[in-house]
């Protein structure tokens, strides 16, 4: 065969799986949002059907905004409670809101908190994060180990400009405020909010039905409506809020993003909906049909987790002492046991940007045995010139591409303060050392390819970055690039500072809904 009709042909072959590697990520991302909305639509429609309530906080740092007390008091984490001794001052705790909370759909506050002096709480809330505060009158905490119980539409609500109003129907961000002696000592065990004592639970033996808003709804049918692409009228949100509570079905797109905006849209406008995905509506009233029948834990059990965790280091350890002996499968097991952390940890979905000490532990061990593949070293921190060239090339074609998307799709450059420059410079030397010291050089002993070593590379990198479709095509494309070079330049700084300058211009130039600040895992859905 001609070299030059070989040549082509290759070509097409590699754009041929390119393009499919491309459609797969995509159809990963639809997967992975359709399984997110159905098992989270099936959590609510139990509850529903139970009475129970998804906003339930505890005395852990995922459940407390920041991880920390605002204010001026000194705040201990043990293992069953918050303590907070007081200084005087009135001290803030945050309560975690993934998504905007309709307050008075929730209006009974339990609030799990004792002090060993005379202590006051008031609620502080704010309808948009950038919004004025509205704050409650004080209460009293009860007294002993017993619970204070208010009753959130009935304390006196100040708005932002100083009025009394009812209570804020819906709230972007929430906080307990306490008041308490110098010296005094608050014990914070939690809070939950609960739906009305006349709620009326959701019968789910009743069959799940297709429903328009304002037409007839079929009898003995529970209503799903079908949610419009562009948007609700006034009157529509009035039908579907009769609903208790309103269950809307979530269209398909081709787009991830689209069905995330969709989403976002929806729940504006009705914070208390539950959201199925279309097609899985018999699916999602099944799989509550379940769950309504056991009871409902929070926080799964830690004891399992650590075991599965100290097995996975000890197979880390036990690797690195004792490696097998054929160069390929040694490489091949290297690889799997790095990438087996992280994507359990992002693919998974259980990254939600509050590490726990057991993800902390993971990324522990994960970090210690990527560092000692990184020797013998067979790589070096910088490149030659036509590294750096070449390396530049892939910041000019991102930044092309970012100031293309932004004169025809509009809007503002989004600004980037010099902390979060400093601190993605070192994410992407992390991503970099993983991706293609340990992983690509390993791929390419495993394969004997340097085009495959590539294409597994870069496909690794793309799953790193889940359910994120764009991200991941961004990433998957990308990562062509780097792991190109590494394998002609085998150098890492040119790779890390074009990875984060050209991430950097595409976060700042891009849209919002393009890349939703390349939030991955369980953070993209919040």
């Known amino acids: 065969m001609p070299h030059g009709v070989s040549w082509i042909l290759r070509c097409c072959a590699a754009i041929a799986l390119f393009a499919l590697t491309a459609i797969c990520l995509n159809q990963l ?21 139970s009475g129970g309530t998804p906003w339930d906080w505890d005395f852990h740092r995922d459940s407390i905004v920041a991880g920390r007390v605002f204010g001026d008091a000194q705040a201990d984490f043990s293992d069953d409670c918050l303590l907070v001794q007081s200084r005087g001052n009135p001290f803030e705790i945050g309560l975690h809101l993934p998504q905007l909370l309709p307050l008075r759909e929730f209006p009974r506050l339990h609030l799990f908190a004792f002090a060993n002096a005379s202590a006051q709480a008031r609620l502080v809330a704010r309808e948009r994060l950038d ?8 209460f009293p905490l009860a007294g002993a180990s017993a619970p204070t119980d208010i009753d959130v539409e009935k304390v006196v609500w100040r708005a932002p400009d100083g009025t009394v109003q009812p209570a804020p129907a819906v709230v972007a961000m929430l906080r307990l405020r306490f008041s308490l002696p110098q010296g005094a000592v608050l014990q914070f065990n939690g809070a939950t909010l609960e739906r009305p004592a006349n709620f009326e639970r959701l019968d789910l033996s009743r069959k799940a039905a297709l429903a328009q808003p304002g037409a007839p709804v079929q009898i003995d049918a529970i209503p799903v409506y079908r949610a419009p692409d562009g948007g609700f009228s006034a009157g529509q949100i009035a039908t579907i809020s009769m609903s208790s509570p309103p269950i ?26 539950i959201i199925v995905p279309q097609g899985a509506i018999d699916a999602s009233f099944a799989q509550a049909r379940s769950e309504a029948t056991h009871s409902m834990s929070a926080r799964a ?9 100290i097995l996975y280091a000890g197979g880390l350890l036990l690797a690195r002492l004792f490696p097998p002996r054929h160069p390929r499968w040694r490489a091949l097991l290297e690889i799997v046991l790095v990438l087996a952390g992280p ?12 590490i726990d000490a057991a993800q902390k532990f993971l990324i522990a061990c994960v970090s210690v045995y990527s560092i000692s593949l990184g020797f013998p070293r067979d790589w070096k921190w910088n490149g030659s010139g036509r590294g750096w060239l070449l390396a530049s090339a892939v910041v000019a074609l991102a930044v092309g591409i970012g100031l293309i998307v932004h004169f025809f799709a509009g809007g503002t450059m989004r600004p980037i303060g010099s ?32 085009a495959a ?4 590379g870069a496909l690794g990198f793309a799953l790193l970055h889940t359910p994120n479709a764009s991200l991941m095509l961004a990433t998957f494309a990308g990562g062509l690039c780097w792991c190109t070079l590494y394998l002609r330049e085998r150098a890492l700084l040119p790779l890390a500072v074009s990875h984060a300058t050209s991430a950097l211009a595409l976060i700042a130039l891009l849209p919002p809904s393009w890349l ?8 993209f859905f919040q």
């Open 419 to 450: 902390a979060h420059v400093l601190r993605y410079f070192g994410w992407a030397m992390i991503q970099q050392y993983l991706v293609c010291v340990v992983c690509t050089s390993r791929w390419k002993l495993v394969a004997g390819s340097d």
């Open 516 to 523: 939703y600040s390349a939030e991955v895992s369980a953070r």
């Open 343 to 354: 994507l359990w940890l992002i693919a998974g979905g259980h990254f939600s940007g509050q």
């Open 453 to 456: 070593a590539i294409w597994l």
């Open 29 to 49: 991302a639809q997967w992975q949002f359709t399984a997110h909305l159905r098992d989270t639509a099936a959590r609510d429609l139990a509850m529903a059907a």
């Open 248 to 273: 809307l079905e979530l269209p398909k797109s081709p787009r991830v993003e689209r069905r995330r905006q969709l989403l976002n849209s929806i729940l504006d406008a009705l914070p208390a909906a």
């Open 301 to 309: 059990p830690a004891g399992p987790r650590w075991i599965a965790l």
């Open 131 to 138: 919004g004025g505060a509205w704050t409650s009158s004080p």
